[in-house]
């Protein structure tokens, strides 16, 4: 495994973390022919070869299209119409379903709420789940090893790096736990997501790897086994190389999203990908040695402010977020992780909260700095870590750029169901009370109209049923909470 110290290149990695071009999910647009079929025109790219089923105009997926190896999209094969099938220019949803056999899945039309309105024109596409991969960046600095409040304050941790009550955990073993715990769901879960683990320092100075102590791969039992192995091998020692350990995650991640396969062109945004940073302190290491990374964090007033300004910003553009946990030990960082989380695309209550990386306060991160129950916080943090990046997140058409974004609706398919149900448009906080669809938010606040998240109920209830299928309708009037 490399190893380096913080004398990485950080104007190097920077730029390997420009801007990217991501490959779109399935995305189509329907047209009629006089020949009684119909085709549907790919508008995007797809990533997973094979076949898949398309929506007709008749509002129903009849169709089907190819996916190639290459990530093209074919065009939408539909069959004529039948008797049982509705006819052109009858409201979509209103004629009887067409009879199948058990083995054979059954049409589904657009759900209640959009049958039958004709004062909209609504087009279904299938969508896809934007798959995602998360690298956990560890603290293992030597303050890990105290007790947590209210057993031990942090100026006694700081003075005395050592647990006051051997026989209580630490916060690096509670840490092990939550993090093997949600390691274990996800695998338990089928989840489709890749984890890897790094940490930091990694020896016992301030030390960072280029290479993940467990590389990113699909949650599977072995990659759980590997994960659990890791942390257990690990004890608190060292530094809090905060800059090094996280240039090199995106660096990593960027490298990995390049190498990715499923498109036809270069595509270093390959889907979602994370960077989950767990750590109890500021950084407390030297600048870099070489000059013309001291002179990029110079002129940006330190190292960890030339992450804030320039690199994480640049991270989140290529499609790379950051989530970060401010464990106890953090209070002298609360500004600056929540400046990080807010840059790095993934500021808690919608973007509304407090973010000013030389300041006292800031919410914007998972910020356990006042909690009396360690565990019980992180345990709930990577709960709703895993919720926000897991199995929540849809692909919407490229053809959303061109009608009203309050158009689009999200309608839900459970396996085995006949029907198909609506959610609602809810834009509060979506990780506070929303419980429906809303779009994506883009690090400046404003939406992303390339992805739609699924918040609450609705999103437990597509996590809970691998086998539903979601739809993004556009051309009619969004339907709000009830």
């Not at 996916?67 to 094969?77: E, I, K, V």
């Not at 338990?188 to 301030?206: I, P, W």
């Not at 919608?350 to 990386?357: P, T």
């Amino acid at each position: 495994m490399k190893r380096i110290k913080l004398t990485l290149s950080l104007s190097e990695i920077a730029a390997v973390t420009l801007v990217l071009t991501a490959c779109s999910a399935e995305s189509i647009s329907e047209r009629p022919t006089s020949a009684g079929t119909t085709t549907v025109a790919p508008s995007g790219r797809c990533e997973k070869a094979g076949t898949a089923t398309c929506y007709c105009d008749d509002g129903l997926p009849r169709g089907t299209q190819q996916c190639s190896a290459d990530g093209t999209l074919s065009d939408c094969s539909c069959p004529p119409l039948s008797p049982q099938s509705p006819q052109p220019g009858a409201p979509v949803g209103e004629s009887p379903v067409v009879p199948v056999t058990p083995e054979e899945p059954a049409d589904r039309p657009l759900c209640m709420q959009l049958q039958g309105n004709v004062s909209c024109a609504a087009k279904s596409y299938r969508s896809a789940e934007l798959p995602a991969s998360v690298l956990f960046v560890v603290d293992r600095s030597g303050s890990m090893a105290c007790n947590p409040p209210p057993m031990q304050d942090s100026a006694s941790c700081e003075a005395s790096p050592a647990p006051v009550d051997g026989t209580q955990p630490s916060k690096w073993q509670i840490t092990i736990a939550a993090l093997k715990q949600v390691f274990g769901e996800l695998a338990q879960n089928k989840s489709t997501a890749s984890v890897g683990l790094t940490f930091f320092s990694n020896d016992n100075t301030c030390g960072v790897q280029s290479t993940p102590s467990v590389p990113v791969k699909p949650v599977t039992t072995a990659q759980v086994a590997a994960l659990g192995s890791a942390l257990d091998a690990t004890t608190p020692n060292g530094g809090t190389p905060i800059v090094g350990a996280t240039t090199l995650a995106y660096a990593y991640l960027h490298q990995e999203a390049s190498q990715s396969s499923g498109c036809a062109e270069p595509c270093g945004a390959h889907g979602n990908r994370y960077v989950v940073l767990i750590t109890d302190g500021a950084d407390s290491c030297p600048m870099p040695s070489r000059a013309e990374d001291a002179a990029a964090c110079a002129a940006a007033g330190s190292c960890p402010s030339y992450l804030v300004q320039k690199i994480a910003p640049a991270a989140t553009a290529a499609n790379i977020r950051t989530f970060v946990i401010g464990a106890p030990g953090s209070e002298s960082a609360r500004g600056y992780l929540s400046e990080l989380a807010f840059v790095g695309g993934t500021a808690r209550n919608g973007g509304n909260c407090v973010h000013d990386a030389s300041g006292a306060t800031g919410d914007c991160h998972f910020d356990m700095t006042a909690t009396t129950d360690f565990a019980g916080a992180l345990g709930s943090a990577l709960g709703n870590i895993s919720g926000a990046a897991l199995g929540c997140e849809f692909a919407v058409p490229e053809t959303v750029d061109a009608i009203t974004p309050d158009k689009v609706n999200v309608q839900f398919a459970a396996s085995g169901g006949m029907g198909s149900v609506c959610f609602a448009n809810d834009e509060r906080p979506c990780d506070g009370q929303a419980n429906g669809w809303q779009f994506a938010k883009k690090p400046d606040g404003q939406k992303d109209l390339s992805r739609v998240v699924l918040c609450g109920a609705a999103c437990d209830q597509v996590r809970a049923d691998a086998a539903a299928q979601v739809d993004v309708v556009l051309g009619c009037d969004s339907i709000g909470p009830q």
